[in-house]
């Protein structure tokens, strides 16, 4: 499975970014998907998952009200809309998805439980 992540950019603080994970290989269908961000200096962090059916989603409590993930199975596509960023979420973006299948509520927060990566896409935001 390869995933390939894109959208990132310099952004203004206040201002919105929309990010994109591709999945090739293999379907997103059945899989959850994940974002997680690493600042420099910083530990990778969760930001977000959608459960394999997009009917449950998580966030990580500093983008919660802010972010928005979503799937889109038959482009086997995954977006993070960004809004209202702060210079506190400038850091690399990474979208991620476990070997595990599940068609239920499965939505890992953990890195661990993640298994195929993208390279991730910085996303700059100037204050």
């Known amino acids: 499975v390869q995933l390939q992540a894109s959208g990132g950019g310099l952004v203004q603080a206040g201002g919105s970014l929309r990010l994109s994970c591709a999945a090739s290989?293999?379907?997103?269908?059945?899989?959850?998907v994940g974002w997680f961000r690493q600042a420099p200096g910083k530990e990778r962090e969760f930001v977000a998952v959608i459960t394999s059916s997009g009917r449950n989603t998580y966030y990580a409590d500093s983008v919660k009200g802010r972010f928005t993930i979503s799937r889109d199975n038959a482009k086997n596509t995954v977006h993070l809309q960004m809004n209202s960023v702060y210079a506190e979420d400038t850091a690399v973006y990474y979208c991620a998805t476990p070997n595990k299948y599940s068609t239920g509520w499965y939505a890992p927060r953990s890195r661990s439980e993640y298994y195929y990566w993208g390279q991730g896409t910085l996303v700059t935001v100037s204050s």
């Open positions: 290989g293999r379907a997103f269908n059945g899989y959850p």
